[in-house]
Each structure stands twice: as C-alpha cells, then as structure tokens.
C-alpha cells in the first residue's frame, strides 16, 4: 500500500494498559507527525519528527512517548491513559518538516475506558 | 495564543447550490493555506490550498479566495453534489517546523 498507514483502526483499552500505535509511510518522507483530532476542535500537533530527530514536543504529557526507528516508521506508546486522551490520532508525514504539503494517515480511533 | 477562527461549524446545503466556509487568522507571518476533505472514516486530504501572494485559486467547483489585509479565506464549493459531504477544515502555515494551525472544521451535509 502506497502512502501513510495506521494500525490499528480502533483501540479500546484501560486506564491501565500499555498499548502502541504504529504509522509508516511509503512516501520517502524525512518528517512524521503525531496529531490529536478531538470532536468539533482543531488538529492538536503533538511531536514532529524530522530524519528521525525529535524537532517539536508540544507540552504533551509523558503518558504519551513517541519513538521513530527510522524516517518510514513511527510508534506513539500509551501508558496510564485517561478517559480524556480518547480521540483520533492521525498520523502525517511530509518531504521535510519545513514542507507544507501533509500527507495524512486514516488514523487510530482510541477509546480509553 | 496564535488560532485560526471557521465558521460555520456545520452547513446544510440543497444539491446544486454553493457552500462557503471561512476562516481567519491571527498570525500574520501564515504564508500558505490548505484546505483540507475529511470523509468520515478516512483520512484528510488535502483539495486546495494557496499561498499568501496569491488572491485566489480555482480547481474545477472549488476556488479558495485569500484576503491578507483583513487575515481571513474562504473556501467556495459550486454545484453542490452528495459526495460533497464531509468534514472540511482551513489550515495556516508559517515558515516553521511543521507549524499549521488548523481551524475546527465545517461539517457539511449535501441534502438531495
């Protein structure tokens, strides 16, 4: 499959549970991103990678921990989550972290119990 | 903090007439403006954008129009059809490590 992947789809999990979500892009792009969509609000940006190198954490609480192996791969671990953190999580990718053009994955839908 | 305002959140609209959506941004160092189609359980993607040197840009039923002195633009849909249905949502770009500010998004529903 060309383009972004997510996996899984949907992710229901405890406030206890340790989960990951996995995004990998097919583009030959150097940046990855992490974004929260919540109902009715904007994209919240969460981490930005570029070559592989964390360039942006966005006050983001640290029961969520980003990892990227490589520039096609990138993971956001889940740990003690709270209800609140239930949303879409979208995962992007583009040329380079100054490129404007996003390309956008079909996302996790995570409900947390 | 720096935003980008879009109204209206949702829109009903008679197939075959237009849609507008607006949106309006405060930092005036945004130089490039997406808009993005969010079907329901997929992905956005992008269906136009322009950048801040432009005035305005058409493809097919859509066109995008920019105003930079008063900080907002607009996305207009023509002929209206059913699979017009969708989220859409306005985005603002400054010359930054992937620093979009994203509007809220316009449900849009295109009754037959």
């Known amino acids: 499959e060309t383009g972004v992947t997510q996996t899984p789809r949907h992710l229901v999990m405890g406030m206890t549970n340790k989960k990951s979500l996995k995004c990998e892009q097919h583009l030959g792009h150097n940046a990855m991103y992490w974004y929260k969509q919540s109902a009715k609000k904007p994209l919240e940006l969460m981490f930005v990678?570029?070559?592989?190198?964390?360039?942006e954490n966005n006050s983001v609480p640290s029961r969520f921990s980003p990892e990227c192996p490589n520039s096609s791969h990138l993971f956001l671990h889940l740990h003690t989550l709270q209800p609140e953190d239930s949303a879409l999580y979208l995962c992007a990718s583009s040329q380079d972290a100054r490129n404007e053009k996003l390309f956008f994955g079909s996302g996790t839908q995570l409900s947390v119990l | 903090g720096e935003n980008v305002e879009q109204h209206p959140s949702t829109l009903s609209v008679q197939e075959g007439d237009s849609a507008v959506i607006k949106c309006t941004y405060s930092?005036?160092?945004?130089?490039?403006f997406p808009w993005y189609k969010q079907e329901l359980g997929k992905r956005p993607q992008l269906i136009i954008d322009?950048?801040?040197?432009?005035g305005e840009k058409k493809d097919q039923r859509i066109a995008v129009t920019l105003n930079k002195t008063a900080k907002h633009f607009s996305l207009h849909i023509t002929e209206t059809q059913p699979e017009d249905s969708a989220v859409y949502f306005c985005a603002a770009h400054t010359d930054s490590w992937g620093k979009f500010q994203f509007g809220a998004g316009t449900q849009v529903v295109v009754t037959p």
């Open positions: 322009i950048r801040s040197n432009v």
């Open positions: 930092d005036s160092a945004s130089n490039y």
């Open positions: 990678y570029s070559l592989e190198e964390r360039v």
